[in-house]
């Protein structure tokens, strides 16, 4: 069964959305706690799996913030074979930076970082048709991130 979050673990973890680099010191003020408290709280979100991990955000090849793509992908069938051989070759591609098996009309959702129009073509010609299964895709740009 999840745990429940309660109103400081939620500030807690907008905070670290926002800021992963926050120092627990400038955490712990910013939610109300004394530094070892928030420590502990965060530890404890840590440990439940509630906080998975920390990443970097970084920029794509060749230009200052990269392009995003969002691929829809839909399979010729959903058997165990075939998931598993196409998201063990979504692992293998760096550009592919994010991977969701879906509900819905598409199996897969994917983030794409390329430097350009260009680049993306090649992703789609070089990775993208090349899955396992793969009979459809459906790619959509990115104009700015809002989050």
Known sequence: MAERLDRI??????????????TNVALAADVGLSPSACLRRVQ??????????????????????????IVRISLERQTEEILNRFEAEVRR??????????????????????????????????VLSRLPGVVRINSSFAIRSVL
Not at 9 to 22: F, G
Not at 48 to 61: E, K
């Open 9 to 22: 673990d939620r500030s807690i973890l907008a905070a670290l959305r926002r800021n992963a680099r926050v």
């Open 44 to 69: 404890l979100l840590e440990t439940r799996g509630t906080i998975r991990g920390y990443t970097a955000l970084t920029a794509g090849p060749g230009t200052d913030d990269g392009h995003v793509v």
């Open 93 to 126: 591609h760096p550009e592919i930076r994010e991977c969701y098996l879906m509900t819905g009309e598409e199996d897969y959702l994917l983030r794409v970082e390329a430097s350009g129009a260009g680049d993306y073509e090649r992703i789609h010609k070089e």
